[in-house]
Antibody, heavy 115, light 107 residues
């Protein structure tokens, strides 16, 4: 079955760090563009980052310099390392396969930044 | 960055109605536009890509049209299971940007 499963969310204090994982099955992460999209509580969708099949990475201005997208080809897994977290980073984080439209989404993992 | 606007922001319609949502881009995005459905508490689902192509498995009552800066999403005959928020998204340029969403309710 083709699917994405995120993990790693939780409660973290402002200024803290968290690493999200997204395990893929049924297709190869490294052969596709892969993105992270987030949704703050009660708000709309916001694109966060993309990694191209060739390895190039891009970020939204709101997370540039704080977040890092990466992948482990041997584990067929996508990651998002989040540092210097702020209250405004509180959201459900989805990983998605980018065609570049997002045709496959995970169920999301909730990140809460609060003291 | 390309700004995406949607109208209306919310909509109430009856079962069987034809429903239309519009999406406007702040600059020409050709046909690099997709539409998503997000039901309450659920993951977004791709409905339309490249402005007018129906994703596999999506009912034919959903359709999209437009190019350049102006786009339309239509449900030809509203069904109770269509209650959701609908988002447009451009992928012509990074950063990818979404519209603010249209919340659809049954009258």
């Amino acid at each position: 079955e083709v699917q994405l499963v995120e993990s790693g969310g939780g409660l973290v204090q402002p200024g803290g760090s968290l690493r999200l994982s997204c395990a893929a099955s049924g297709f190869t992460v490294s052969s596709n563009y892969m993105s992270w999209v987030r949704q703050a509580p009660g708000k709309g969708l916001e694109w966060v980052s993309v990694i191209y099949s060739g390895g190039s990475t891009y970020y939204a201005d709101s997370v540039k310099g704080r977040f890092t997208i990466s992948r482990d080809n041997s584990k067929n897994t996508l990651y998002l390392q989040m540092n210097s977290l702020r209250a405004e980073d509180t959201a459900v984080y989805y990983c998605a396969r980018a065609r570049p439209y997002f045709d496959l989404w995970g169920r999301g993992t909730l990140v809460t930044v609060s003291s | 960055d390309i700004q995406m606007t949607q109208s209306p922001s919310s909509l109430s319609a009856s079962v069987g109605d034809r429903v239309t949502i519009t999406c406007q881009a702040s600059q020409d995005i050709s046909n690099y536009l997709s539409w998503y459905q997000q039901k309450p508490g659920k993951t977004p689902k791709l409905l339309i890509y490249d402005a007018s192509n129906l994703e596999t498995g999506v009912p034919s009552r959903f359709s999209g049209s437009g190019s350049g800066t102006d786009f339309t999403f239509t449900i030809s005959s509203l069904q109770p299971e269509d209650i959701a928020t609908y988002y447009c998204q451009q992928y012509d340029n990074l950063p990818y940007t979404f519209g603010p969403g249209t919340k659809l309710e049954i009258k």
